[in-house]
């Protein structure tokens, strides 16, 4: 059974760091892609990143572009977000997905993590 | 950007009713790239249709998706109370900024 679980959401001050991570399990984590998908109170689900499987690729949307980085690490099949510069906009419930064989949908999710920005 | 509208914002209707949920793209768009999903409070959301018509492993057949174009659409024939959740669906637009667009939803209430 394909399991996603992420943690690390919390409160946070405007400009501080926070780094989320996506323990997975029930499929071969390193032949897939992964993304963070995030939904702020009140409106519907935005695209965050995608990591292929091998790490080699990422793609961000521009609200995040150079602010946050996706990472994972396949020897602990574990997914990473680390977010920096935090704004209040950037307030959401965060939610780790997968990808099958194409990227066209996301076949398996997590349950979500939230994360607060304020002060 | 593709925006995905969905219609209604809102439905209120009883067990063994018929659902149907409406997205609309504001663009005409490849039918072979839009999804839709079942969203439960606290759960993750779950996989229901790809490829506007084809059911993901394990979904029952009485929900059922179509349309092409712009206009897409959502059935579940016979409500169950299991059922009542947020229905969003999705496009990937190859190429575009960004490549993956949800809408907004639909939420399918206890009348």
């Known amino acids: 059974e394909v399991q996603m679980l992420e943690s690390g959401g919390g409160l946070v001050q405007p400009g501080g760091s926070l780094r989320l991570s996506c323990a997975a399990s029930g499929f071969t984590f390193s032949s897939y892609a992964v993304s963070w998908v995030r939904q702020a109170p009140g409106k519907g689900l935005e695209w965050v990143s995608s990591?292929?499987?091998?790490?080699?690729?990422?793609y961000y949307a521009d609200s995040v572009k150079g602010r946050f980085t996706i990472s994972r690490d396949n020897s602990n099949n574990t997914l990473y977000l680390q977010m920096n510069s935090l704004r209040a906009e950037d307030t959401a419930v965060y939610y780790c997905?997968?990808?099958?064989?194409?990227?066209?949908?996301?076949?398996?999710w997590g349950q979500g993590t939230l994360v607060t920005v304020s002060s | 950007e593709i925006v995905l509208t969905q219609s209604p914002g809102m439905l209120s209707l009883s067990p063994g009713e018929r659902a149907t949920l409406s997205c609309r793209a504001s663009?005409?768009?490849?039918?072979?790239?839009l999804a839709w999903y079942q969203h439960k409070p606290g759960q993750a959301p779950r996989l229901l249709i790809y490829g506007a018509s084809t059911r993901a492993t394990g979904i029952p057949d009485r929900f059922s998706g179509y349309g092409s174009g712009t206009d897409f659409t959502l059935t579940i024939t016979r409500l169950e109370p299991e059922d009542f959740a947020v229905y969003f669906c999705q496009y990937y637009g190859a190429g575009r900024s960004p490549p993956w667009t949800f809408g907004q939803g639909t939420k399918v209430e206890i009348k």
């Open positions: 997905a997968k990808f099958p064989a194409q990227w066209l949908v996301f076949d398996f």
């Open positions: 663009q005409r768009v490849s039918s072979d790239y």
């Open positions: 990591i292929s499987g091998s790490g080699a690729a990422t």
